[in-house]
Nanobody, 117 residues
Framework: QVQLAESGGGLVQAGGSLRLSCAAS????????MGWFRQTAGKEREVVAG????????HYADSVQGRFTISRDNAKNTVYLQMNDLKPEDTAVYYC??????????WGQGTQVTVSS
């Protein structure tokens, strides 16, 4: 089992920045990938960014490429999402996830990000 604790959401004006954090605990040796997802009402959860734990390879959704940066601190088992130049369409509940097998199987509780125009 892996437990995830997210923090850093909030309200920001368009063009502003926020940084999300996600600390993993428990059986962290099983982590293959950690990622950030987001979800708005009535829509499916979508991937935002991910990082492969063993080699630090990252990937991003096209909609956030160049504005968001995912990074990790292995010593703290923590992944961060730096979000710059935020847009109203980035408003969502952001979830941290861990993939320890074929798919993402552990999730944080979610943190609200609201971008005002």
């Amino acid at each position: 089992q892996v437990q995830l604790a997210e923090s850093g959401g909030g309200l920001v004006q368009a063009g502003g920045s926020l940084r999300l954090s996600c600390a993993a605990s428990g059986n962290t040796d099983t982590i293959i990938t950690m990622g950030w997802f987001r979800q708005t009402a009535g829509k499916e959860r979508e991937v935002v960014a991910g990082v492969v734990w063993v080699n630090n390879i990252t990937h991003y959704a096209d909609s956030v490429q160049g504005r968001f940066t995912i990074s990790r601190d292995n010593a703290k088992n923590t992944v961060y999402l730096q979000m710059n130049d935020l847009k109203p369409e980035d408003t969502a509940v952001y979830y941290c996830g861990v993939r320890s097998g074929a798919q993402y199987d552990y999730w944080g509780q979610g943190t609200q990000v609201t971008v005002s125009s």
